[in-house]
């Protein structure tokens, strides 16, 4: 079986959980079964038709497209969506209402973000989303068949695993207890809010990430702050990164929203517990000793949540036994039979 690995055109410019989701689904399943090859798609050179199946990962930027010309040739679509778990009934209901009137003002030239999400959800032979708030969203907020929809959630990358603090104290001459922050740095991340509930706290905020030029000065902003260190982006795959995983007191993100956050998975393999904000499809049973939720601009919870896990903290063996179970290999089962499930459908 063909498999052709498709997201938007830019995917591959910056560093983030979607990438590493694409990277690392696509090496699972090229080692899962010899009968099975997955590959990145260059629209430009290689033809849609040419696979037996196309999976999309992301329903934005334009890639309900790709799932369209699929349709159109007859190859079954998978389509990982990504859809924000703020999307609810109602938030569906006024985009809606909103894409009717932009589509009456404009003589109907004009469709919204949200109109074609939902075309590309509609579209798809199967959706699969990262967890059960996500899988709500996407029938709330998009009208989507329940029996379409499967859970799958990300796997975590073995270095995390074996991740140890003495890299990232050595590199850096951190030596004391701080909070780790991981992610693009922006006002939607929120780091300037997470240093503000630092503050006086004698935790120090180490940041890792990229920033975009039109960011610099909100980064500026943040390292005014005299107890805040930004380290730069660093690669996935780069020990430095699994090491202050593991050097960590507490990972804090206090995002506006995410879907289900690697650098989250990622902190609980190398043992460290999590502070997060609470818009996530993200759920782990049995973690609030070790996985606290709070809201994005609720600084004196996220505070609190930071000082109470670093002053007693969790078993590091104990914060690893809850993800252990989050492999790429098995992210990979879990896909392929979905991917089994459609071909022999579609080859009738």
């Not at 934005?60 to 998978?78: D, K, M, Y």
Request: a neutral charge; one cysteine or more.
């Amino acid at each position: 079986m063909r498999v052709g690995i498709l997201s938007y055109p830019m995917l591959f410019q910056r560093e983030g959980g979607l990438q590493v989701q694409v990277r690392e689904t696509v090496c699972a399943l090229n080692h899962l079964d010899a009968a099975m090859s997955a590959e990145l798609v260059d629209p430009a050179r290689q033809k849609l038709a040419d696979y037996d199946l196309i999976h999309v990962f992301s329903a934005f930027n334009g890639n309900f497209r790709v799932v369209e010309s699929a349709v159109e040739l007859g190859v079954p679509v998978v389509l990982s969506p990504l859809v924000s778990p703020t999307w609810n009934r109602n938030a569906g209901f006024r985009a809606r209402v909103a894409d009717r009137l932009a589509g009456r003002i404009c003589s109907y030239n004009l469709q919204t973000s949200y109109a074609q999400t939902k075309r590309a959800l509609q579209l798809a032979d199967l959706v699969i989303a990262l967890g059960e708030a996500e899988r709500e969203a996407i029938i709330s907020g998009f009208l989507t068949e329940r029996a379409k929809i499967r859970v799958f959630p990300n796997g975590i990358s073995r270095q995390f695993f074996t991740a140890k603090a003495e890299l990232f104290r050595h590199r850096t001459g951190i030596v004391g207890p701080f909070v780790l922050t991981v992610g693009t740095v922006s006002s939607y991340k929120n780091q300037l809010g997470l240093a503000q509930a630092l503050e006086g706290c004698e935790l120090p905020l180490v940041m890792i990430g990229p920033v975009a030029r039109d960011d610099h000065e909100y980064l500026q902003t943040v390292l005014q702050s005299p107890w805040v260190r930004w380290l730069g982006a660093l690669d996935h795959e780069d020990p430095l990164l699994a090491s202050a995983f593991a050097a960590a007191a507490v990972v804090a993100l206090p995002s506006q929203g995410e879907i289900f956050p690697l650098s989250v998975l990622e902190a609980m393999a190398a043992g460290t517990p999590v502070v997060m904000t609470q818009d996530s499809a993200l759920q782990l049973e049995g973690a609030d000793f070790m996985l606290r939720k709070v809201a994005w601009n609720d600084k004196l919870a996220q505070r609190d949540a930071i000082i109470s896990l670093a002053s007693r903290p969790p078993e590091r063996a104990v914060v690893q036994a809850m993800v252990e179970q989050f492999t790429w290999q098995r992210v990979a089962g879990q896909v392929a039979a979905c991917y089994r499930e459609l071909v022999p459908a579609h080859a009738v």
